[in-house]
């Protein structure tokens, strides 16, 4: 993942809270993978409009955390989703 790509969720792919499990869920047609805690701060900054390197540098500030090692983290986590079609992203 580059810092100019803009990832977004596809048609038909959201961010759910599931009150039964209190716990928030990336679902799609068919499909729904549970988040953890830093999977979910990470999918909250996807809007479709931001950069990555400006969604990493958020999240850099909100959690006082090194940018780059966020950087490393998150492209890892936004690359499985983009593998299994949880996830587009515009260069």
Not at 12 to 39: N, S, T
Not at 75 to 88: H, P, S, T, V
């Amino acid at each position: 993942m580059q810092a100019d790509d803009v990832p977004y969720l596809p048609r038909g792919v959201r961010v759910h809270h599931d009150r039964v499990r209190d716990a928030w869920v990336l679902l799609a047609p068919e499909r729904a993978i549970m988040l953890d805690q830093i999977g979910h701060a990470i999918l909250s900054e996807l809007d479709g409009e931001r950069s990555f390197g400006a969604i990493t540098r958020a999240l850099a500030d909100r959690y006082n955390a090194p940018a780059d090692e966020i950087a490393k983290d998150s492209a890892g986590f936004l690359r499985a989703l983009k593998d299994r079609r949880f996830l587009e992203v515009r260069a």
